[in-house]
């Protein structure tokens, strides 16, 4: 690991910058910043979003397995609750489709000029953010404690090594792009 | 037990997956309500100037690319990508403009609002989306976007409002479920992490189920 890197604080926020610029423009050339794009989505018209993000995770997912094997890289899985995951992913998504973008994709869609994610989507997550902040201390101890997960990963859930899982999935999401494309969406 | 419960959680949303798309299919076939707009499909550039500034990438290339970012910044910060935190910090950060003592709330003293990795990559990502729009005269000032016009009008007024509210929601799941789209639904599975998978499904499964509500009941 570049633990040197790492250390450099400074470089490090640049680092974030830079790396930030190149998730921007990715996301802006692919559309995905598009409120049009995204409703297609959630309305099972049109696959970019989800072709975007598996292709990713598919590219992600090989790579980190490789590097943490050489141990370039450590993994850092979540942690959390299964009942703040579930409340809390299914509330994420009324927000998605009534706000029409997700909190990377709104300062995209700010950024190339969409007037509703500026005036509309940016304020609302500070106030939502703003607003979770005040309720945290009652839902520390309740919900976000509700079955409580752990970093526990798919390999360790099952019992098999991390490259069988690595490959059911690429394989997995392989199929589902073939479908995609076999069906023109 | 815990197998079991994230078994059926996973079947339940899958199952109410497989209904919704189906029913999308039919009514696809009978004739869509939805307004269809029609967006430039990605063009295939002659020279690596070209594709910069073309309008629209494959979507596989840009994932691909997203996919070659994630390995840089696990390389070079031990970093996962992930972009709602940084709304959160920019919450704590506003609020302390305006009260004192708001450093003292639990939350914060738990997720420290300032300036780090996290801020710095939507503060890139800000400037790269504009770079982008800017470069491939994509840029315009959009007061509602053309299917949410076709569907309820061009009053910009309710769009934002509708935005506000859907903004405000949004970030709450976010906060409850610890993670959005990329920190969960790009981070999170690819180094497949079982919250993470089940938080992904949820964002979908709830995000499609609430854009067909929108879109075939009520507009």
């Known amino acids: 690991m570049l633990t040197g890197l790492h250390a450099k604080k400074r470089l490090q926020l640049f680092i974030g910058f830079a790396i930030g610029f190149g998730f921007g423009f990715l996301l802006q050339k692919g559309w995905v910043t598009r409120y049009d794009i995204i409703i297609a989505q959630l309305l099972l018209t049109d696959f970019t979003v989800l072709k975007v993000m598996l292709t990713a995770l598919l590219t992600g997912m090989v790579g980190i397995h490789i590097f943490e094997h050489y141990k370039l890289v450590e993994l850092h899985p979540k942690e959390g609750s299964m009942g703040g995951t579930v409340v809390g992913g299914l509330i994420f998504g009324v927000g998605f489709a009534v706000l029409g973008y997700c909190p990377g994709t709104v300062s995209g869609a700010a950024a190339q000029g969409s007037m509703d994610a500026l005036a509309g989507g940016l304020p609302g997550i500070l106030i939502g953010s703003w607003i979770f902040s005040e309720v945290y201390p009652k839902l520390e101890g309740t919900l976000l404690k509700k079955d409580k997960w752990g970093k526990v990963r798919i390999p360790e859930l099952i019992g098999v090594g991390n490259w069988i899982v690595v490959v059911i999935v690429s394989i997995l999401i392989m199929v589902f792009f073939g479908v995609l494309e076999r069906f023109n969406l | 037990m815990k197998t079991k419960l994230a078994f059926g959680i996973c079947v339940c949303l899958i199952a ?83 009260r004192s003592d708001s450093r003292q709330k639990a939350y914060y003293q738990k997720f420290v609002p300032k300036i780090d990795w996290e801020w710095m990559l939507v503060a890139g990502l800000i400037v790269g989306a504009f770079v982008s729009a800017v470069t491939s005269g994509d840029f315009r000032v959009e007061w509602v976007p053309p299917t949410w016009d076709a569907a309820a009008g061009h009053t910009p007024f309710l769009r934002w409002l509708t935005a506000l509210i859907g903004g405000i929601i949004l970030a709450i799941g976010a906060r409850l479920a610890g993670g959005c789209t990329s920190g969960h639904g790009i981070s999170g599975t690819l180094q497949l992490v079982v919250i993470s998978w089940v938080a992904t499904l949820c964002f979908f499964v709830s995000g499609v189920a609430t854009a067909f509500i929108i879109y075939r009941i009520i507009l």
Not at chain 2, 42 to 59: D, I, K, M, V, Y
């Open chain 2, 16 to 98: 109410l997956g497989c209904v919704l798309v189906g029913e999308s299919w039919s009514q696809a076939r009978d004739g869509s309500s939805v307004p269809q707009i029609s967006v430039p499909q990605a063009e295939t550039p002659h020279s690596l100037g070209l594709a910069l500034t073309a309008r629209r990438w494959s979507p596989y290339v840009v994932g691909f690319g997203i996919g070659l970012l994630v390995w840089l910044s696990f390389l070079l910060s031990n970093k996962t990508i992930g972009a709602s935190g940084a709304y959160a910090k920019s919450a704590g950060m506003l609020e302390a403009l305006v």
